[in-house]
T-cell receptor
C-alpha cells in the first residue's frame, strides 16, 4: 500500500512567522509532488508542484524535495491569517498510472 | 465560470435511493477522477478515467459506478445509497499531454444519506 504521511496538526504559528509543513511518502519511484491548499468546505487548490530535488520558490511559498529521504516540505514565509487552511501533500504513483496519492492533510492556524 | 463543474453542490437523499453526481469540464483534459473526502481520511480515489473508453477502479469503488459520456463529462452513481456514503465528493481532471499528474478540482458535492 503506497502511502503519503502528514502530521494532521493543527500547526499554530503567529502572524509573520514561517510555517513549515512536512510530508513523507513510501513510493520510492514517485516523480511528481504537489501541495494543495484547502479551505474548510472548499475544493483543493494547487499551490506548488515540484519534480526535482532541491528548493522551488514561488512568492511566499517554498517547496523542498529530498527524494533520497522520501521527504517533501512546504515553507510559508510571512504567514498571514488568510493562510489558515488545510494543506494536502500529493504524490504521483511511480507506475505512471496518472493517479495521485494524497496525505490526510495538515491544518495550519495563523494567529493575528 | 469554473473550469470543472459539479452538480449538484449539495444533496440529501434517503437510504436505498439511486443518485447521480455529475461533472463536466472545459479544460480539455483527457483524464478525470472521482474522489471522496471524509474528515481525517484525506482524499480517496473512487474511480478514474483516462479517456472515454478507459475506466478504472480506485481504492474505494465498492458501491459506486461511473460513466464517461464524453471527454468532458464524467458522472458518478450510487446505485443504492447508504449512510456511510455521506461525504464530500470531488471531481478532478488532469492532462496527460503535460507529462505531469497535477489535478484540478471541481467545487465539490456535499452528499448526505439519511
Amino acid at each position: 500500500q503506497k502511502e503519503v504521511e502528514q502530521n494532521s496538526g493543527p500547526l499554530s504559528v503567529p502572524e509573520g512567522a514561517i510555517a513549515s509543513l512536512n510530508c513523507t511518502y513510501s513510493d520510492r519511484g514517485s516523480q511528481s509532488f504537489f501541495w494543495y491548499r484547502q479551505y474548510s468546505g472548499k475544493s483543493p487548490e494547487l499551490i506548488m508542484s515540484i519534480y526535482s530535488n532541491g528548493d522551488k520558490e514561488d512568492g511566499r511559498f517554498t517547496a523542498q524535495l529530498n527524494k533520497a529521504s522520501q521527504y517533501v516540505s512546504l515553507l510559508i514565509r510571512d504567514s498571514q491569517p488568510s493562510d489558515s487552511a488545510t494543506y494536502l501533500c500529493a504524490v504521483n504513483e511511480s507506475s505512471n498510472t496518472g493517479k495521485l496519492i494524497f496525505g490526510q492533510g495538515t491544518t495550519l492556524q495563523v494567529k493575528p | 465560470d469554473a473550469d470543472v463543474t459539479q452538480t449538484p453542490r449539495n444533496r440529501i437523499t434517503k437510504t436505498g435511493k439511486r443518485i447521480m453526481l455529475e461533472c463536466s469540464q472545459t479544460k480539455g483534459h483527457d483524464r478525470m477522477y472521482w474522489y471522496r473526502q471524509d474528515p481525517g481520511l484525506g482524499l480517496r480515489l473512487i474511480y478514474y478515467s483516462f479517456d472515454v473508453k478507459d475506466i478504472n477502479k480506485g481504492e474505494i469503488s465498492d458501491g459506486y459506478s461511473v460513466s464517461r459520456q464524453a471527454q468532458a463529462k464524467f458522472s458518478l452513481s450510487l446505485e443504492s445509497a447508504i449512510p456511510n456514503q455521506t461525504a464530500l465528493y470531488f471531481c478532478a481532471t488532469s492532462d496527460s499531454r503535460t507529462g505531469n499528474t497535477e489535478a484540478f478540482f471541481g467545487q465539490g458535492t456535499r452528499l448526505t444519506v439519511v
